[in-house]
Every structure is written in C-alpha cells, then in structure tokens.
C-alpha cells in the first residue's frame, strides 16, 4: 500500500473514533437534529483552524501540543467518570441532567484537539494539499461520522445509557493514559520471541473472565 494512503486511512480512522464519541454523546442524550447539527458545526469550525494554523506551527509547538493532549488524560478520563455517575445517580433519583452533562463528552477535549490538529498536519504533510482544505475536508468528514452515529443511537437514549457509556470512554482514557507513555518508552526496546509460559497465559485469562462475570452479575442484580 502507498505510504500516503496508509497515512490517509490511518488519519480518517483516528478522526473516525472521535467523531462516533460525539456523535454518541448527542445520540445518547436525545438533542433535537438542530442541536446536533450546532455541536458538530463547532468541530467543522476547529478542523478549519486546525488545517490553518498547522501551516504555520513550529516542529517544537508541536510537540508541545502533544504533551498537552496526554497530560489532559487524567483530568478528562476523571471528568467523564464523575459525570457519567452523576448522569446515573440523578435519572435514578427522577431527575434528567442528560441535557447538561452531554457536553463533557460531545465538546472537544484536548486530546480530540489534539487529534485533530495532528490528523491535519498529517495530512498536509503527506497530500500537499493547502491547510484550508485539509481543514474542511476533515471537518465535512467528521460531521457526516459524528451525526450518522447521533442519528442511529438517538433509539436508545436515556441518562443511564449515556451516563454508562462516559463512564466507559473514562476508563477506556485513563487506560491510554497508562499505555501510551509506556508504549513510548519501550517502542525502541528489542525483545526476544520467547513465548510466555502458558500458565501464566491462562491464570490472566481466568483473571479477565472473573471480572467480565463479577461485572455481569452485578449488573443482574441491580436490575433485579
């Protein structure tokens, strides 16, 4: 495959993923079309500056960007977590916060800025394409992702589906938090192709299937 198109897909594939986060946020909440479409506008409007700006930016600001987006994590990951609860808790007691808490996952974090920013300079870099339109070629892209995904989900929303699904994106950004930096470090590192033992394969197998159980059963006898 060319390199640029390998790029290309892998840049899409990256946008892709925020794109269904939003769109599931305002889905999951229930927004009317006009207010799905005012969320995603405002990406439309970030994808643009980012083409824009990544002309300009500097290798160190870069890199600088980058540094923020991880460092963001933690407080994001926390974030999501302590709303989706707090979307949880209050639709349990009869009130609907859903139309407030959305926005901790429908509006762009750091690292989706962060993203986006990178996926344009990527982009750039490989196309040669102008940054105003690498701009509002991601931007058309991620909205048309983002509002097919609101569209579907709208089915099946309700404070606890989407107060469950940010718990889920919480925990799924603290463990890139863990991953990633130790990915970094030991990307350079040669490993030999020894095979771990199979015991030891098979005790964290059973490890994932208790806790895959635990979380099953728990969940029977809430709703029970």
Excluded: W
């Amino acid at each position: 495959m060319n390199a640029s198109l390998a790029v290309a897909a892998g840049v899409l594939i990256a946008v892709a993923v925020f794109a269904i986060k939003a769109g599931c946020s305002c889905g999951l909440a229930g927004l009317r079309r006009s207010k799905i479409v005012a969320v995603l506008l405002v990406y439309v409007a970030v994808t643009i500056a980012a083409g824009a700006v990544m002309e300009r930016i500097s290798q160190e600001r870069l890199y600088a960007l980058l540094n923020l987006g991880v460092a963001s994590h933690a407080a994001i990951s926390l974030a999501l977590i302590f709303f989706g609860i707090r979307t949880i808790k209050q639709h349990t007691c009869g009130c609907d916060v859903s139309g407030r808490t959305f926005l901790a996952m429908a509006l762009p974090c750091p690292a989706c800025l962060v993203a986006l920013f990178l996926s344009a300079g990527m982009l750039m870099k490989y196309t040669r394409s102008p940054g105003f339109e690498v701009g509002l070629e991601l931007g058309v892209f991620f909205f048309s992702v983002a509002l097919a995904s609101a569209m579907g989900l709208r089915r099946y929303a309700s404070p606890r589906n989407l107060g469950a699904v940010m718990v889920m994106v919480g925990m799924l950004y603290l463990c890139a938090l863990l991953l990633v930096p130790a990915y970094l470090k030991v990307r350079h590192l040669r490993f030999s192709s020894i095979s771990p033992p199979i015991d030891d394969v098979l005790k964290a197998y059973a490890i994932f299937a208790v806790l895959v159980a635990a979380g099953f059963l728990k969940a029977r006898m809430v709703r029970g």
